[in-house]
C-alpha cells in the first residue's frame, strides 16, 4: 500500500508559510516539525515517510519543502526534481545525514536552495527554513567546502568554456562570488555598496541569464561554467 502522507487540517492564518517535511525516521521528523510548529508564520500542511508520501504533498503547493535524501523508496532528489516541476515557487531545504561530494552537488543541481545536516539543532533548524523562506540558501559548512573544492581544483578561465555560455557583467560575477562565500544578499549589498533594491534586479538578471531557479543553482552553474572565481579561499 502506498503511503500518500499526513495533510493537516488545523490551519494558521492564510499568510503563513506552508511547509511539508519528508522524512522517514519518525524521530527526527518529529523533532523537524517540533522546531517549527511554534512559528507563528509557518504552518506545516503535511508531512511523509516515503518519497511516494511526499509526492503525493506536492500538489498542496507549499511554499517549503523540508526533506531527507535517503528515503525507503527512492531518492528525495527525485522528489526535489518533481516539485520544480509542479511547484516551481517552492523553496526546498535539504535535512540530510548524507554529506558526501556527490550528494551535496547533485542535490544543489537537481535545484535544492539549502542543504544542512541533521545534527542542527531544532532552533537552528527553525533559523534555516527562515532564512529559505527570505531567499537565502542555508549550506553546512561540510556542504559549502565541496564547493570551494570544486573550484580549486578547476583551473578558472577568464571567460566562460563554451562560446555560447551566458555573459554575466562583471558587478553580476562580484554578486555571485560573494553569495557563494555564504553572505546573505544583505551582506553582499553592504559590501558592494548597493541597495538591497538592486542586488534582487542583478539576482533576477542572473537567473534570467543562467537559466535557473534558485542562488544555489546560480552558484553552482556559475562553478561549473567557470564564470566565477573564489580565489584567495
Known amino acids: 500500500m502506498i503511503e500518500q502522507g499526513n495533510q493537516r487540517e488545523d490551519r494558521p492564518p492564510a499568510a503563513s508559510a506552508r511547509i511539508i517535511v519528508v522524512e522517514d525516521d519518525e524521530r527526527l521528523r518529529s523533532h523537524a516539525?517540533?522546531?517549527?510548529?511554534?512559528?507563528?508564520?509557518?504552518?506545516?500542511?503535511g508531512d511523509a515517510a516515503t518519497l511516494?508520501?511526499?509526492?503525493?504533498?506536492?500538489?498542496?503547493q507549499p511554499d517549503l519543502a523540508l526533506l531527507d535524501l535517503g528515503l525507503p523508496d527512492g531518492s528525495g532528489i527525485s522528489l526535489i526534481e518533481a516539485i520544480r516541476a509542479k511547484a516551481a515557487h517552492c523553496r526546498i531545504l535539504v535535512f540530510t545525514?548524507?554529506?558526501?561530494?556527490?550528494?551535496?552537488?547533485?542535490?544543489?543541481?537537481?535545484?535544492?536552495?539549502?542543504y544542512i545536516l541533521k545534527d542542527t539543532t531544532a532552533e537552528m533548524v527553525l533559523a534555516h527554513v527562515r532564512a529559505t523562506?527570505?531567499?537565502e540558501t542555508p549550506i553546512s559548512a561540510r556542504a559549502a567546502s565541496h564547493?570551494?573544492?570544486?573550484?580549486?581544483?578547476?583551473?578558472?578561465?577568464?571567460?566562460?568554456?563554451?562560446?555560447?555560455?551566458?555573459?554575466?557583467s562583471p558587478r553580476e560575477r562580484e554578486l555571485l562570488e560573494y553569495l557563494a562565500r555564504g553572505l546573505s544578499r544583505k551582506e553582499a549589498a553592504r559590501v558592494m555598496e548597493l541597495s538591497p533594491y538592486t542586488v534582487a534586479e542583478y539576482m533576477q538578471s542572473i537567473y534570467r541569464k543562467l537559466q535557473v531557479r534558485s542562488r544555489a543553482e546560480a552558484v553552482f552553474e556559475a562553478i561549473q561554467t567557470r564564470l566565477i572565481r573564489l580565489d584567495g579561499e
Request: net charge negative; glycine share 8%; hydrophobic share 55%.
Open 147 to 168: 564547493l570551494l573544492s570544486l573550484v580549486r581544483n578547476e583551473p578558472v578561465a577568464e571567460e566562460p568554456v563554451a562560446p555560447d555560455a551566458p555573459h554575466l
Open 52 to 60: 511516494a508520501g511526499g509526492l503525493a504533498l506536492v500538489d498542496l
Open 133 to 135: 523562506l527570505a531567499g
Open 97 to 114: 545525514v548524507f554529506e558526501d561530494k556527490a550528494s551535496v552537488l547533485n542535490t544543489l543541481k537537481a535545484g535544492a536552495d539549502g
Open 33 to 45: 516539525i517540533a522546531a517549527l510548529s511554534p512559528a507563528a508564520e509557518i504552518e506545516i500542511v
